[in-house]
C-alpha cells in the first residue's frame, strides 16, 4: 500500500459579521457624500453632477427653513436663548453665506414664503404688543379715575354744567373781627372772622364733592375786607360790597355764615330767612334735619328777618340765609367751632341739604 499523503485542512476565512459590514458600507458612504459636498462648496457645480446639486440644494434648503424657525423663536421668546440654540443659528448663518450663487428658483421662491411667514408673525407679535399697551393705558385712565374726581372737587372741570350758584359770604374779615374770645390776660384766642373763613372753605370744597354742577363763590377768600378803600370805609359800604358780589358772581342764592355771642348759657342754631323765602323755609327744616344727624345741637331757631333785620338777607335779591352756627360764648359750641374736623361735617351737612334742594327745584 502506498502511504497516502496526510491532507491539509483549509482554513476557512473569516468573514466579518453582518452587522459590522452594513456599519462599514454606512460610513464608507457617508464618507463620499461628505467628500462630494466639500468638492461642491469649494469649486462650485460643475456640469454633469446632478446628484451633488440635489444633495448641496437639499441641505441648503434645510439650514433657511431652521434659520427662519430659530430666528421667530428667538424674537418671541423672551427667555435667555441656551447653547444649544446659538450653535443652531450660527451653523445656519454660516450655511446662508455659503449658499451657491445659483440657486435655483424653487429655492428662492421657498425662501420669501418662510420670510412672508416670518413677517406675518412679527406682525401680529406687534399687535399684541399694541394691544398690550391698549390695556395698560385703559387701566391707567381707569387707574387715574380719583385724579378727575379731585380736579371736580377744585370745581376746575370745564365740562361740569353748572346748574346753580351759591355765594357764600365769610362774616366779618379784615379789619372787622367780629366775636372774640380771650385768655385770662386778654389775649386775643379766637375771632369769628377766621372761624366763618375756614367754614367757608369747607363748604366749597364740600359742594365740589358732593354736587360739581353746583358752584360756589366766596366773597372773601383771606383775612380781607370786602371794600377796600380804607379812607370811606363804613359797615354799610362794606355789606353793601357784598350785596354787588350777588350780581358780579351770577349767584343764584346767598348764604352768610356767622358766629354768635350772648349769655354762656345760650347754645344752638339760628337761621335768619325772609318772610317770603319759600325756597329757604323749606331748606331750613333740611339743614336741621342734618345738623340733627351728626348731633349738632338740640336747640335750633328760624327768625324771618321782618322781625329781626339783617342787611345781606333783607336786601338780597336772591333766596339768602344767614346762618349762626353756634355761640362762641359758649364752651361747648365753641368747642365744635373750633373743631376742624366738626366744623368740616357741619359744612358737609349743610352743602348736602342745598344740593338736596336745588336739585328737588329742578324736577
Not at 331748606?283 to 342787611?311: M, N, R
Request: net charge negative; charged share 25%; proline share 4%.
Amino acid at each position: 500500500m502506498q502511504d497516502q499523503k496526510p491532507v491539509r485542512k483549509r482554513k476557512k476565512k473569516r468573514r466579518l459579521r453582518k452587522p459590522i459590514r452594513i456599519f462599514l458600507w454606512c460610513m464608507t458612504g457617508a464618507l463620499s457624500l461628505y467628500t462630494a459636498n466639500l468638492g461642491v462648496k469649494a469649486f462650485g457645480t460643475q456640469p454633469g453632477s446632478t446628484a451633488v446639486q440635489t444633495v448641496a440644494k437639499a441641505e441648503d434648503m434645510n439650514s433657511q427653513t431652521t434659520s427662519s424657525a430659530n430666528k421667530s423663536k428667538t424674537q418671541s421668546d423672551s427667555s435667555v436663548v441656551s447653547s444649544d440654540d446659538e450653535s443652531i443659528s450660527n451653523s445656519s448663518m454660516i450655511q446662508e453665506d455659503d449658499q451657491p450663487e445659483n440657486t435655483s428658483q424653487e429655492s428662492q421662491n421657498e425662501e420669501s414664503q418662510v420670510e412672508e411667514s416670518q413677517s406675518e408673525e412679527n406682525s401680529a407679535d406687534q399687535n399684541q404688543a399694541d394691544a398690550a399697551t391698549i390695556g395698560i393705558n385703559e387701566a391707567a385712565i381707569t387707574d387715574n379715575e380719583p385724579i378727575a374726581q379731585e380736579s371736580a372737587s377744585l370745581n376746575i372741570d370745564p365740562q361740569v354744567e353748572t346748574i346753580a350758584t351759591i355765594l357764600v359770604d365769610a362774616g366779618h374779615g379784615g379789619i372787622d373781627p367780629g366775636m372774640t374770645v380771650t385768655d385770662e390776660n386778654g389775649n386775643i384766642i379766637w375771632t369769628e372772622k377766621e372761624i366763618t373763613l375756614k367754614a367757608a372753605q369747607e363748604f366749597k370744597e364740600a359742594m365740589a364733592m358732593i354736587n360739581p354742577s353746583i358752584r360756589v363763590e366766596l366773597t372773601r377768600d383771606s383775612d380781607t375786607s370786602t371794600y377796600t378803600d380804607m379812607n370811606t370805609y363804613s359797615d354799610i359800604n362794606e355789606l353793601n360790597t357784598r350785596m354787588d358780589k350777588i350780581n358780579q358772581t351770577g349767584a343764584n342764592y346767598y348764604l352768610s355764615l356767622h358766629c354768635n355771642s350772648g349769655n354762656p348759657s345760650f347754645s344752638g342754631v339760628d337761621l335768619f330767612i325772609k318772610p317770603n323765602d319759600d325756597f329757604s323755609s323749606t331748606l331750613a327744616q333740611q339743614v336741621f334735619s342734618a345738623f340733627d344727624a351728626i348731633g349738632w345741637s338740640e336747640s335750633k331757631q328760624v327768625t324771618t328777618v321782618d322781625q329781626y333785620p339783617l342787611h345781606v338777607v333783607t336786601l338780597s335779591p336772591v333766596p339768602s340765609m344767614l346762618v349762626e352756627m353756634g355761640y362762641m360764648t359758649n364752651e361747648t359750641d365753641r368747642a365744635k367751632l373750633t373743631d376742624d374736623q366738626q366744623r368740616t361735617t357741619l359744612m358737609q351737612q349743610l352743602a348736602a341739604a342745598y344740593s338736596e334742594m336745588i336739585l328737588s327745584q329742578r324736577q
